[in-house]
């Protein structure tokens, strides 16, 4: 039975997979990692220039999943109402008039929030709730989002001029940042190939909302050793420049390590790893492989960082470096 | 087969296999480390005798069994034994993580079948591959110890070094039979047992007696005799009958430094030595209360005689006159206690001289010298204390030049606040700390300054806050941060 599950996902997995990159040509490892995080329940901030597909690729998943679809596209005039929504006066047949609310667009299954970063933080803040609680509140009434509630955000890190980059608050809610990045060249043609003749990639829906949400309580269900639990925990840890064992790339560049939340991201988008690889158990290979989309928007660097032009993921990748050969030296059978 | 069967077989076996790798490796480590400590027995085997090689091949034997016996009794945690066989095989931890899961009572539906699948993979599995075989770094140094041991028994063996201390009791009568032995054994001079007392040579009580050289051989290396074979008491006998009488000539040529050949600076010259022995001389095997004064007080004058030597101011160490006239007196009263005393502290002083003079002299240079003859016409007993350290022109800041206060004068300061100083001085070299604060209009000539290492730091707190909190448009921020490097430069 529960290999049985274990294939199933698999092949729903596979099969989303395929779906998408009948409209997305490359970004696999963009394409993969936002499935991890549709699985992993998580929100996906997507950042690149414009240009590169991401909107595509958020509306090609919405296509391919039996969701419902919001797209909202983030302006500086843009208030929290016109996101969560407003009570409006209606009058009745019987003339009576009352307050009724009218539900914004966050009310759906797949979000996207494009180009999240030129609206005002109010704005970006009114989507808070929605991600952490799945619910909004408005005039004092909590009303629950619809379930799944996957929010896909973009923004653009090259046009800073009248932007509002997001805080550090609404940054730790995204499971993963993703950064996509410039074609190759090939892939490049077969964009051209496809976009610029008649031809009309359709999709396919190959996985319900049920699915969706079953999907997601298997991989809450994967288990996890002990040792690798513990590299995921020191992982965080070692961003933290306090921390007395953190290695010295991270005293000097890290000013706010990684919150709690990063370390339940790894751990659920490792659980997802392992579960899309058929295996049954988490293993720190796992952990490694999903650090970097977790932890590239969770640290903050300090003067000296910034100064430098210290590049999160290079410092990550150090401080991963770090991080697993102590665990291997912890483990070393014969230097004891 | 039940749960966890398979993965304890496994674990069983690579358990064995790592006890076995890690024996060899601290076995290994073990005889590299007992070769290198059994090159000492050989080197030493002067000292340590036929026991030597046998010594050299237990430490070596020694170092390995014990570096053997700690490598098999190391424990060998099941998790981490699992983690070899996923590291080797690529299993992605599922052995390790089977074990861990093992222990959970209350696993699920995918706990088990992760267990399940870990055993089904640990079947399958060569272990002999999972645990290599390990070296340590000390096995590429094995050749070395190993040829120095094979070497060191063709070569002579290591002199041992002269470690035992100074002797200051009288020699007893065991020490004095060789002296008293003749003539040929005091020229030959056989090497010195290994069990015999050998003393410093600075303190030995050397017999510097002219020797009788019926065979005309040349003097021995180190006969004090040849410090006086080209004088005309080269073949006299010292008499100390005659030397409490008289005075030995041999002490009245001692005095004489500057016409005695420098022998290494013999300890024989030394004024104390030969105070030290003519007392023990006197002392030895003698009850104190049977000396007689007149021996005493002859030898006390002999000691307040050399104690005007030049170059020994009154009231230094080197003058033990006071010393002598408390003997005298106390001998003139009778109290022999007392006279012996004072010569003890006549003695003290003697060695003390002795001792500075050899410690110094030989170091000194001519400007030392110069210092202390300057300080001798000073009349200050204390040569060169007057003079500077410094040379022309040198001196710390502010002050310069050859001002008699080397600190130079105090500087005036701006201003009465004693945290924030700016001191208005001359301009030197260098990076400048300060910038102006006026430069045109009437400002211009007020000598405004600010202390600009204090103020920088200040604003670059407030502009890394800024660029934190987000303060600061991205657009601008590298212009903010070239800014504040430009300012560093300066």
């Known amino acids: 039975m529960t290999e049985e599950r274990i294939e199933a996902f698999v092949r729903s997995y596979g099969e989303l997979e395929r779906e998408v990159h009948k409209v997305i040509v490359g970004h696999d490892e963009i394409v993969d990692q936002v499935l991890v995080a549709l699985f992993a329940g998580g929100h996906v901030l997507l950042e690149g220039v414009p240009g590169l597909g991401k ?4 509306r090609t998943l919405a296509g391919c999943l039996d969701l419902s679809f919001s797209r909202i596209q983030f302006t500086p005039d843009l208030m929290p109402a016109d996101i969560i929504g407003t009570n409006i006066i209606v009058e009745d047949a019987d003339g009576r008039r009352h307050f009724q609310f009218e539900r914004g667009p966050v009310f759906a299954h ?16 009114a989507l808070l709730e929605g991600m952490q609680e799945t619910s909004a509140t408005v005039a004092g009434v909590t009303h629950r989002l619809p379930s799944p509630f996957f929010v896909l955000a973009t923004q653009n890190p090259i046009e800073m001029e009248g932007t509002y980059p997001l805080p550090e608050a609404q940054l730790d809610r995204f499971l993963f940042k993703l950064r996509v990045r410039y074609p190759a060249l090939e892939q490049l043609n077969e964009i051209i190939d496809r976009t610029t003749t008649s031809h009309d990639p359709s999709v396919q829906r190959v996985m319900t909302g049920v699915e969706t949400l079953a999907a997601r309580e298997l991989v809450r269900e994967v288990p996890m050793a002990a040792h690798v639990r513990q590299f995921a925990s020191t992982l965080v840890m070692a961003t933290h420049s306090q921390w007395e064992e953190a290695p010295d ?42 650090a970097l989309p977790v932890l590239r928007h969770r640290v903050i660097l300090n003067f000296e960082g910034e100064a430098e032009g210290i590049d999160a993921d290079r410092l990550l990748s150090e401080v991963l470096e770090a991080v697993e050969a102590s665990f291997r030296e912890g483990k070393e059978v014969f230097l004891r | 087969m039940a749960h966890g069967a398979a ?26 480390w007992g070769l290198c400590l ?56 599922r052995l390790a993580t089977a074990q861990d899961l093992l222990g959970r009572p209350d696993r699920g539906p995918l706990a088990d079948a992760a267990i399940k699948d870990a055993e089904e993979h640990a079947r399958h599995i060569a272990l002999e591959r999972a645990v290599p075989w390990r070296w340590p770094r000390e096995a590429k140094l094995l050749p070395a110890p190993v040829l120095v041991l094979a070497v060191l028994p063709y070569l002579p063996p290591v002199p041992l070094p002269d470690v035992s201390m100074p002797s200051f009791t009288p020699a007893t009568e065991e020490e004095k039979k060789p002296e008293a032995a003749g003539p040929q054994q005091a020229v030959e001079r056989p090497t010195p047992k290994k069990t015999e007392k050998v003393e410093r ?57 500057d016409s005695l050949p420098d022998l290494q600076r013999d300890f024989t010259q030394s004024q104390y030595k030969v105070m030290f022995r003519k007392s023990r001389s006197l002392l030895s095997g003698i009850d104190p209360r049977q000396l007689t004064p007149e021996k005493l007080r002859q030898l006390l004058e002999e000691m307040n005689r050399m104690g005007r030597r030049p170059g020994t101011g009154p009231g230094g160490e080197g003058d033990w006159g006071q010393e002598m006239m408390e003997g005298a007196e106390a001998l003139d009263r009778g109290q022999m ?78 201003g009465q606040n004693p945290f924030d100083i700016g001191v208005e001085g001359q301009m030197r070299k260098g990076k400048r700390e300060s910038y ?29 806050e800024a660029l934190a909190k987000e303060a600061i448009p991205l657009d601008y921020r590298s212009q903010v941060r070239d800014y504040f490097q430009a300012l560093e430069e300066r």
């Open chain 2, 436 to 464: 102006d604060t006026n430069m045109l209009g009437k400002g211009a000539q007020n000598p405004s300054r600010l202390p600009s290492m204090s103020v920088v730091t200040q604003y670059r707190k407030m502009m890394e």
């Open chain 1, 55 to 58: 909107t595509l690729l958020v």
């Open chain 1, 249 to 290: 790339i991270t005293r000097r560049y890290i000013r706010y390590g990684a919150s709690p939340r990063a370390a339940q991201a790894l751990v659920l988008g490792a659980k997802v790893l392992a579960l899309r690889a058929g295996r049954f158990a988490v293993s720190v290979d796992d952990i490694k492989s999903i």
């Open chain 2, 201 to 257: 040579v600075e303190m030995q009580d050397r017999d510097y007696q002219t020797r009788p050289n019926p065979e005309g051989r040349e003097h021995a290396k180190g006969d004090l005799a040849a410090a006086f074979k080209d004088t005309n008491v080269a073949t006299k006998r010292p008499d100390f009958s005659s030397f409490l009488k008289q005075g030995d000539d041999r002490i009245r040529l001692l005095e004489r430094v």
């Open chain 2, 337 to 414: 206690d007392k006279a012996m005393d004072a010569m003890e502290r006549a003695l003290s002083k003697m060695r003390a001289q002795e001792e500075r003079e050899r410690g110094g002299k030989g170091l000194q240079g001519g400007k030392d010298r110069g210092r202390g003859r300057d300080g001798e016409r000073g009349g200050s007993g204390r040569p060169g204390e007057d003079e500077p350290d410094f040379g022309e022109g040198q001196g710390s800041l502010p002050g310069k030049g050859t001002n008699p206060g080397w600190r130079g004068d105090p500087s005036a300061r701006l």
């Open chain 2, 7 to 32: 993965l304890g077989l496994t674990i069983s076996r690579l358990t064995r296999l790592i006890r076995q790798r890690r024996a060899v490796f601290y076995g290994v480590r073990g005889l590299a």
């Open chain 1, 110 to 125: 797949i979000l996207l929030a494009d180009e999240v970063n030129r609206a005002t933080p109010k704005t970006q803040s």
């Open chain 2, 38 to 93: 059994a090159v000492v027995p050989v080197a030493l085997r002067a000292m340590v005798g036929p026991w030597a090689l046998p010594l050299a091949g237990g430490l070596a034997a020694g170092g390995a069994l014990v570096g053997a016996l700690y490598g098999m009794l190391l424990g060998v945690p099941p998790v981490d034994a699992l983690g070899v066989a996923d590291r080797a095989f690529s299993l992605k931890d």
